[in-house]
């Protein structure tokens, strides 16, 4: 985490800003449910979601340029290029204020409060398979809604981040790669759908864009995926569940319509 932050204080190359979001959202995850209360965690963990938000969106827009970049498809509107200097602009302003945000009194509030809660986090007597796997979603019987499906890739990241703790198995291993798979086979449709979004905003419906139906098309199919493998996925997990959970770690994320959280 502190050298994503000495990074990104240099400038922001698209895998600094992915590693960024990614460790945030890390640190993030552990702090929650491994250190009690302090004016030290919500101070950190407020500077980091503030950046991680901003991080994401520049992230965002790199995935999307890159998969306009690379869409073929009739455009006699020429929408698809007019989308790409629009993101290109976009992206560039984000990078700059980015990178401004990383001055030298953030990164050294930073890492001071990194510092302080790497001191006081304690893994004694905690089982952070066990933990991560009393952590997966619980989706509910329903089909999973856009909502439900972005809300248990959020709760399987988490999971997932625990499960990084646990000591090397073919257990650990396994269940980090099937978590892995299923948020990231989310993301892909995620992805898609804001891009999708932003392209009815400017050019409307299928019927006025041939661009339009095509990222609309797309990101159904991706839907219809991710829905599948993250279905699969919990099931799976679920199935190495102990019967008896350690003390605090006894409780699953359900998943009901949440409000939407920001990507990951």
Not at 162 to 167: G, H, Q, R, S, V
Request: aromatic share 2%; hydrophobic share 40%; glycine share 4%.
């Amino acid at each position: 985490m502190s050298r994503s932050i000495g990074h990104l204080a240099k400038g922001s190359k698209s895998a600094h800003v992915h590693h960024f979001r990614t460790n945030s959202r890390r640190v993030e995850a552990l702090l929650s449910e491994l250190l009690p209360e302090t004016g030290n965690k919500k101070k950190l963990l407020k500077l980091l979601s503030k950046l991680r938000k901003k991080a994401g969106r520049v992230r965002d827009l790199d995935v999307q340029l890159r998969f306009l970049k690379n869409l073929r498809v009739p455009d006699r509107h020429n929408h698809r290029a007019q989308l790409l200097e629009l993101l290109g602009e976009e992206q560039d302003r984000s990078s700059k204020k980015l990178v401004k945000r990383f001055d030298a009194d953030m990164v050294r509030e930073l890492r001071k409060r990194l510092r302080r809660v790497r001191s006081e986090i304690k893994l004694d007597g905690i089982d952070p398979l066990k933990l991560a796997l009393s952590r997966l979603p619980q989706p509910g019987q329903a089909p999973m809604t856009e909502k439900t499906l972005h809300a248990c890739r959020i709760a399987t990241k988490k999971s997932r981040y625990l499960a990084e703790l646990a000591p090397d198995s073919p257990k650990a291993k396994a269940l980090v790669e099937e978590l892995k798979r299923a948020q990231d086979e989310v993301g892909e449709w995620h992805d898609v759908l804001k891009l999708q979004e932003k392209a009815e905003e400017l050019f409307g419906t299928v019927h006025n864009s041939a661009l339009v139906a095509a990222i609309q098309n797309i990101s159904r199919a991706r839907f219809r995926r991710a829905v599948n493998t993250m279905s699969a996925t919990i099931a799976a997990a679920s199935q190495r569940q102990p019967a008896a959970s350690s003390a605090g770690a006894g409780r699953k994320t359900a998943i009901a319509e949440p409000a939407a959280e920001s990507a990951a």
